[in-house]
């Protein structure tokens, strides 16, 4: 499928129904950069939008993130019209975005990044915590490295421990609800 932000999206697989934009579209003052995007995205899909810079790649993951709003069109997921930004929404749904740079606390382990959005429950242990790192990260191919701080790897270790920690589940969430994981 060829957008007309010279984007090409290319879907592998199809189940159940996440993601439905109509006629989704941003404009940044004359600048059409999305215009009229018609996408379903389904469950266990995996989908990958190309297309040289300023085609509007960035801008439609931040608007399925939540961090942006198109100027016209609709945007739904999971089957809920997406009106208003995540942090407005009292239970928004579960999108996370990977950045282009991992985007990791220099000053934190590599366990302390992953792991951040569990260290704010107070009902799970440190190791509980620790476990739940350790898979994510060798879920990414990382092993032995939760004690290392983000300048001791590499580059590419680095954007695999920013996909590790996309790939916690917040404890205090519904554990049915499936998770969108945008990068």
Not at 46 to 68: D, E, H, Q, R, Y
Not at 146 to 166: D, H, I, T, W, Y
Request: charged content about 25%; proline content about 3%.
């Amino acid at each position: 499928m060829y957008l007309k932000t010279n984007c090409s999206i290319y879907i592998l697989k199809k189940t159940k129904h996440v993601v439905e934009t109509n006629n989704l579209s941003i404009s940044w003052g004359e600048l059409n950069v999305l215009n009229k995007i018609n996408l379903k995205l389904y469950e266990g899909e995996k989908l990958a939008i190309v297309g040289p810079s300023g085609s509007g790649k960035s801008t439609i993951l931040k608007i399925l993130a939540g961090l942006i709003l198109p100027t016209a069109g609709e945007l739904s997921i999971f089957g809920q019209k997406q009106t208003y930004l995540r942090l407005d929404q009292n239970n928004p749904p579960d999108v996370r975005l990977v950045f282009q740079n991992p985007a990791l606390l220099g000053s934190l382990t590599i366990e302390e990044n992953v792991g951040f959005i569990l260290q704010k429950n107070k009902n799970l242990s440190k190791k509980f915590i620790q476990e739940i790192v350790r898979e994510c990260l060798e879920e990414v191919g990382l092993f032995n490295v939760e004690k290392k701080l983000p300048n001791e790897l590499s580059g590419g270790m680095q954007k695999r421990v920013s996909f590790a920690r996309a790939l916690i589940r917040d404890q205090d969430s519904d554990k049915k609800k499936s998770a969108i994981i945008t990068f």
